[in-house]
Each structure stands twice: as C-alpha cells, then as structure tokens.
C-alpha cells in the first residue's frame, strides 16, 4: 500500500527550462512534505519542504506547490541546471511523528 | 563536520550470516532511523529511535534488531542475513521527534549471496 506515489520514475528535461516533479498521497493524516534529493552513491539530501498551512514554498530556483484538496504537491526547478541531475523523493509526515514515508523516487536527467 | 558516518560502505554476505551495519553522528541529534531503499520501492523505514534508550519498529522490521548505544550511535543487526535483505540501507537523524529535516548517511550496500 504505497501511501505516496511518484508515478513518472524518469523525467527529461534541457538546460534552462523548467522541471516539474510530481507526487501524490493517499492519507489525510499527512500535514508535513518534504523533497530530497539523491546523487548515486550519496545519501539523501534535504530540499525543500511545505506544511499543509501553505499552498506553496520557494527557495531560489526550487519551488513546491500542494493541492490539499488533490493530494497533490509538485517541485518545480526554474532554471533547471545539470547539476540538478538526481533522483528526487517525495516524503510525508504525519504532525509530531518520527516517521517519514517516502515515493518511488524520480530520476530527473537535465540535459545541455 | 562528519554528519552521519556509516560502516561499512560495502558488505558481501552469504545467506545465514549475520553482520551489525554502524551508524554515528554528531550532531547532537535525539532521534536516529535505518531505512532500506530498494529498486522501485523509495525509501522504507525499519527501526528509529526517537531518542536515547528507545526504539521502535518501522515499516519492514521483520530480520532486523537495533541498539541505540548511546546518543551518537544506533546499530542495524541481521542475525541471519537472507537474500531478500539485499539493498542499500541508510542511517539518518533529526534534531528531535516531529522534526522534519532528516540527515542521511551516504549508505551501506550489502548483497547477500
């Protein structure tokens, strides 16, 4: 029972244009999300994150968007940049718990 | 500044051996988790510990046992590895319970043949 879903396990983009990462989830309990980013043979590392208060984060070039209504949230990367070539996680909390549930992941390849 | 050390990096098993993956970190974070990350399947939480002296079951706990020795450090024991087990596990902290921002180690790969 995947409680949040990353349905695209690969996205292509060009240099300078936009990326679009999506996901979505399946419990209302969730109020806390979260993006990580993964280069091979790293850990993950944080992103950025939105509370359930919001509809939307930005961060320089990285912005989350959360459709409440849709269990629905999305990253957008303007301009996308080679480096930012990685997989990217999905995650959710539930408020005060440990616990952070992860999608599938999305390998994003930024292309010149 | 280390963040969260994990040993080994690498690790061959044969099925029916067991093996403790180390994990450490330093920075003073309460609360420390392994997960295990498999093709197609992200990221699943197999014990955390919210702070010293305890912990908890996650998401696929089954073959696996925990000791959180002190707050730095918690350990991920299989006692007879199987070959199901093989996959990449990481250690990772946060400040507190309810805190979002999780520190990853950079993983173990083990195979277990």
């Known amino acids: 029972d995947q409680q949040v879903k990353q349905n695209s396990p690969s996205l292509s983009v060009q240099e300078g244009r936009i990326s679009i990462l999506n996901c979505d989830y399946t419990?209302?309990?969730?109020?806390?999300f979260l993006w990580y980013k993964k280069y091979p043979a790293e850990g993950p590392t944080f992103l950025i994150s939105?509370?359930?208060?919001?509809d939307k984060n930005e961060d320089g070039r990285f912005t989350v968007f959360l459709n409440k209504s849709a269990k629905h949230l999305s990253l957008h990367i303007v301009p996308s940049q080679p480096g930012d070539s990685a997989v990217y996680f999905c995650a959710a909390q539930r408020g005060g718990g440990n616990k952070l549930t992860f999608g599938t992941g999305t390998q994003l390849k930024v292309e010149l | 500044n280390a963040g969260v050390t994990q040993t080994p990096k690498f690790q061959v098993l044969k099925t029916g051996q067991s093996m403790t993956l180390q994990c450490a970190q330093d920075?003073?974070?309460?609360?420390m988790y392994w997960y295990r990350q498999d093709p197609g399947m992200g990221l699943r939480l197999i014990y955390y510990?919210?702070?010293?002296?305890?912990?908890d079951k996650g998401e696929v706990p089954n073959g696996y046992n925990v000791s959180r020795l002190n707050k730095r450090e918690f350990s991920l024991r299989l006692e007879s590895a199987a070959p199901s087990q093989t996959s990449v596990y990481f250690c990772?902290?946060?400040?507190?319970?309810?805190?979002?921002?999780?520190?990853f180690g950079q993983g173990t790969r083990l195979t277990v043949v």
């Open positions: 920075m003073n974070h309460n609360s």
């Open positions: 419990n209302s309990m969730f109020d806390y």
């Open positions: 990772a902290s946060t400040r507190d319970r309810g805190t979002t921002e999780a520190f």
């Open positions: 939105i509370s359930s208060i919001k």
């Open positions: 510990s919210a702070s010293e002296g305890t912990t």
